[in-house]
């Protein structure tokens, strides 16, 4: 399991948050790192939003591609359900 690093921090009248130096420096998060903000009760969870390199969006885009021909999905299957769901909303 990771290294646990706490700290505090307070929202301002904005509504915004400063996330501490330290846990900044424990991420390696650097300025205008994106996040993907998801609650849970009273609970807050602040995830970095990391886009993949090349490297591994082709890794994954295989897996995906291989996982399709295993199952037999074609792209006709595909363009229809984009359909169905595009037109139930």
Same mark, same amino acid.
């Given at each position: 399991?990771?290294?646990?690093? $706490? +700290? &505090? $921090?307070?929202?301002? #009248?904005?509504?915004?948050? &400063? ?7 424990? *991420?390696? /998060? ?5 996040? &993907?903000?998801? $609650?849970? @009760?009273? #609970?807050? /969870? ?6 993949? +390199?090349? !490297?591994?969006?082709?890794? *994954?885009?295989?897996? %995906?591609? =291989?996982? %399709? !021909?295993? $199952? @037999?999905?074609?792209?006709? +299957?595909? +363009?229809?359900?984009?359909? !169905? &769901? =595009?037109?139930?909303?």
């Amino acid at each position: 399991m990771g290294k646990y690093v $706490t +700290d &505090v $921090t307070s929202m301002s #009248s904005k509504g915004q948050i &400063v996330i501490p130096k330290s846990i900044r420096n424990s *991420l390696n /998060l650097p300025t205008g790192t994106r996040f &993907v903000v998801i $609650t849970e @009760g009273n #609970s807050i /969870l602040l995830k970095p939003i990391v886009i993949p +390199d090349m !490297e591994e969006y082709e890794r *994954l885009m295989n897996e %995906a591609q =291989r996982f %399709a !021909e295993s $199952t @037999g999905l074609k792209q006709e +299957d595909i +363009d229809k359900t984009i359909k !169905e &769901v =595009r037109k139930s909303k």
